[in-house]
T-cell receptor
Framework: SQTIHQWPATLVQPVGSPLSLECTVEGTSNPNLYWYRQAAGRGLQLLFYSVGIGQISSEVPQNLSASRPQDRQFILSSKKLLLSDSGFYLC???????????????FGPGTRLTVT | EDQVTQSPEALRLQEGESSSLNCSYTVSGLRGLFWYRQDPGKGPEFLFTLYSAGEEKEKERLKATLTKKESFLHITAPKPEDSATYLCAVDTGRRALTFGSGTRLQVQP
């Protein structure tokens, strides 16, 4: 069965410090991978998605970046955090259930980031 | 621009009191509509995917239905453990989902 891991689970960082969040998926190959952010009381906002190694699409221009160095590894980074970067960061992977059908997405446990 | 609106924002039910959550959407082309359950501090848990108008899916006390403009999540005889935030999302072929802001459900014993 497939499993998705995220770490760390919680993180408190000062403004201006760097960030690195990691996500790994087990039990599948060549998954689509996603980073979402969920602000308090709001829906999930897609930040990045990747369909393969080194292939990253950005949905929202900001001071965050993403990388996919290995097939089942997805990393979210920032060189200098802002207060507005606080939130709940979720990694997800997806699989196409049927040819030309929708991609069902499954989420990891999330990382709670507080920028102080 | 794709839009997903969920209502109500919050719902409080007594145990056993059935109700429905609404998800209305405005999209250019729907390839799938998803329902997720999210507990506080955790990632969303996949519940259902609906692909076409008229489709229905059930899981325990939950039943999801889909029309051309909206989806309903019916909760029959809810229990306190059904308390959570329920999220609706749509896939319009971009391989990424557009989410609504969710409905917070509280079921009191």
């Amino acid at each position: 069965s497939q499993t998705i891991h995220q770490w760390p689970a919680t993180l408190v960082q000062p403004v201006g410090s760097p960030l690195s969040l990691e996500c790994t998926v087990e039990g599948t190959s060549n998954p689509n991978l996603y980073w979402y952010r969920q602000a308090a009381g709001r829906g999930l906002q897609l930040l990045f998605y990747s369909v393969g190694i080194g292939q990253i699409s950005s949905e929202v221009p900001q001071n965050l970046s993403a990388s996919r160095p290995q097939d089942r590894q997805f990393i979210l980074s920032s060189k200098k955090l802002l207060l507005s970067d606080s939130g709940f960061y979720l990694c997800a992977w997806s699989v196409q259930v049927l040819f030309d059908s929708s991609y069902e997405q499954y989420f990891g446990p999330g990382t709670r980031l507080t920028v102080t | 621009e794709d839009q997903v609106t969920q209502s109500p924002e919050a719902l409080r039910l007594q145990e056993g009191e059935s109700s429905s959550l609404n998800c209305s959407y405005t999209v250019s082309g729907l390839r799938g509509l998803f329902w997720y359950r999210q507990d506080p501090g955790k990632g969303p848990e996949f519940l259902f995917t609906l692909y076409s108008a008229g489709e229905e899916k059930e899981k325990e006390r939950l039943k999801a239905t889909l029309t051309k403009k909206e989806s309903f999540l019916h909760i029959t005889a809810p229990k306190p453990e059904d308390s959570a935030t329920y999220l609706c999302a749509v896939d319009t072929g971009r391989r990424a989902l557009t989410f609504g802001s969710g409905t917070r459900l509280q079921v009191q014993p």
